[in-house]
């Protein structure tokens, strides 16, 4: 027990922080990015705007692709593009790299599905103001899709939380590396059980936040 305790003492502020590092730097990039393509694939698919069908299928084909790997293959695939991006593959900024890379395609889907469900009525009688699309955009389709876009950046945050502890199974830090380091290889189930639960507060907290903020932009 002093042993778990002497390891959570010296190890537990600065895995959190490297874990905190990784997620936000990925999250940020994911969901900016994430948006972007999600708003095309929804601009290209729709009748009302611009429809292609061929950068529909591309950029879908794209997407897929990367979200066909599971995230332990890409995180492999993606080392030397960490290397060339953050220098060492194997830090939390190295770890950022993968975990972007893995949250723009997981979040693009995640905002089209969003843009998706806005009733098309709306969208028509904007339309026939004469508003452009980015006028529409901004006073329509984001404000109306906002609710779902939060709810969605909540699961992408959550998912890249677990992600990050899979980061840090190849030494790049994090919550997971501590788990691993200490818990799993001097067999320190005290340090496992922490861990876990920490893991199961900070996501309780992060959904009840984001539970609160889908609300309270609820147009409906």
Do not use: C, H, K
Request: proline share 4%; charged share 10%; net charge negative.
């Amino acid at each position: 027990m002093n042993e778990t305790i002497t390891i959570l003492e010296q190890n537990l502020g600065q895995a959190l922080w490297e874990t905190f590092e990784m997620v936000t730097i990925s999250g940020i990039i994911g969901v900016i990015f994430g948006t972007i393509i999600g708003l095309l694939l929804y601009y290209f698919s729709n009748d009302l705007f611009s429809p292609n069908n061929t950068l529909n299928s591309i950029l879908g084909f794209v997407v897929n692709a990367i979200r066909s790997l599971p995230f332990l293959i890409l995180m492999v695939v993606l080392i030397p593009l960490a290397r060339i991006l953050a220098g060492d593959p194997y830090t939390p900024l190295g770890g950022a790299v993968s975990l972007s890379v893995a949250a723009v395609p997981f979040f693009a889907r995640i905002a089209e599905s969003s843009f998706s469900e806005i009733d098309q009525g709306v969208i028509e009688a904007a339309l026939s103001t004469g508003a452009n699309f980015w006028l529409i955009f901004q006073e329509v389709i984001f404000p109306e899709a906002l609710p779902s876009l939060i709810r969605g950046v909540v699961l992408t945050v959550i998912s890249l939380i677990g992600y990050s502890a899979m980061v840090g199974t190849i030494g790049a830090g994090g919550i997971g590396n501590l788990a691993i380091q200490f818990g799993y290889n001097r067999y320190e189930t005290g340090v496992l059980i922490s861990v876990i639960i920490i893991l199961i507060i900070i996501v309780q907290l992060i959904q009840f936040i984001g539970d609160r903020l889908a609300v309270y932009f609820d147009r409906s």
